[in-house]
């Protein structure tokens, strides 16, 4: 007597054949990827159950996770104060549920590519957070394969925990619209702007011209060295402005050249960056505080609750998502 699946009854998936194998997933997804750990005695089950249902995993099918308790992160890199902070706040939640944690920088020419793959190292955890805005527009979520949450940007495919980066954006444009003086906005000019950075530059713009002000719009390409643009800068604007740099690192470059040339910085000068990394209060800048730490541990949390419903087999829920207020630090650039 067949066990394979008739039509309407779906399509046999990963979690069917560990069921009828008397295995766990985890043994299925290795057979699956020729892993030398497996017995051929149950190898050879596995493939005759696969056999018999009429299983066939689809090329782009990610395995399933295997008995470690672990978690892929997956980031741009793991230097700058952005990724840090979110590894901080992955790790908060991670450390105390007793998963480990294998972070996979994608900014090395291959490695995006590489990590599509289905035989990648990030597709053996038991979920992923997606912290790279390429990984996640290439992203493709089979069902029922291990869950992933989107850190850092609105999802229309994954849950996603997300600062409303259009509010922080607002939030310096109210205020630098009720400073005299001209205000400018430095931006990076891209190809395909980051959604994140985008909605800032729109939340900036709305409120300043809201208030009946302009901005009047600088341009940062990404090869441009930081410095050199803060001085071309510098050297265009009036005496009495405002600055809102839409990163906390090129907002510096401007106080340190601003310094060196021995502009007093808070007062026609005015500059506004945007993240509030630890570089920020140590040069007394204004900037949009992200919660970075706090978006990092309810994205981690939303994805063990992910988890913990599939090991259950409740019914899955609908997209769940989070938005976290940011707020302006006020300091004595601005």
């Known amino acids: 007597m067949t066990r394979r699946r008739k039509n309407g009854q779906g399509r046999p998936t990963i979690h069917t054949v560990a069921q009828v ?40 099918r990610r395995p399933a996770p295997t008995d470690q308790q672990l978690i892929a992160v997956l980031m741009e890199d793991l230097y700058s104060p952005w990724e840090s902070r979110i590894l901080g706040g992955i790790e908060q ?25 289905p035989s990648h190292p990030s597709r053996s955890a038991q979920g992923s957070l997606i912290c790279s805005e390429p990984m996640h527009r290439l992203w493709g979520p089979e069902e029922p394969g291990p869950p992933a949450v989107r850190l850092g940007s609105i999802s229309t495919k994954l849950d996603y925990v997300a600062i409303d980066n259009w509010q922080g954006g607002r939030l310096a444009g109210e205020y630098a619209a009720g400073l005299p ?14 959604p994140q950075r985008a909605a800032i530059r729109h939340g900036f713009t709305e409120a300043v011209e809201q208030s009946g002000r302009t901005v009047r719009r600088l341009g940062l390409g990404l090869q441009d060295h930081v410095y ?42 005015r500059i506004i960056g945007y993240g509030d990394h630890l570089e920020a209060a140590l040069y007394d800048l204004t900037t949009v505080h ?26 899955r829920r609908e997209q769940q998502w989070q938005m976290i207020e940011p707020r302006l630090a006020l300091r004595g650039s601005a």
């Not at 106080?255 to 007093?264: D, N, S, Y």
């Open 93 to 117: 939640v991670l450390g105390s549920e007793g998963y480990d944690i294998a972070a996979f920088p994608l900014n090395v020419p291959g490695r995006l590519e590489r990590a599509l793959l």
């Open 290 to 315: 992200q919660p970075l730490e706090l978006l990092a541990e309810r994205g981690t949390r939303m994805l063990l609750d992910r988890l913990n419903e599939q090991r259950s087999g409740r019914p």
């Open 181 to 194: 003086g001209e205000v400018v906005g430095l931006w990076l000019t891209e190809e395909r702007e980051l």
């Open 228 to 269: 050199r643009v803060a001085e071309q800068v510098l050297d265009q604007v009036p005496e009495q402005v405002t600055i809102m740099a839409h990163a906390d690192s090129i907002a510096v470059a401007l106080l340190e050249v601003a310094q060196a040339r021995g502009m007093p910085v808070g007062q026609d000068l």
């Open 21 to 60: 194998a008397g295995v766990g997933v985890g043994t299925v997804s290795r057979v699956l990827n020729n892993h030398p750990s497996v017995r051929d005695d149950t190898r050879e089950r596995i493939m005759a159950v696969m056999a018999d249902l009429g299983y066939q995993p689809s090329p782009g």
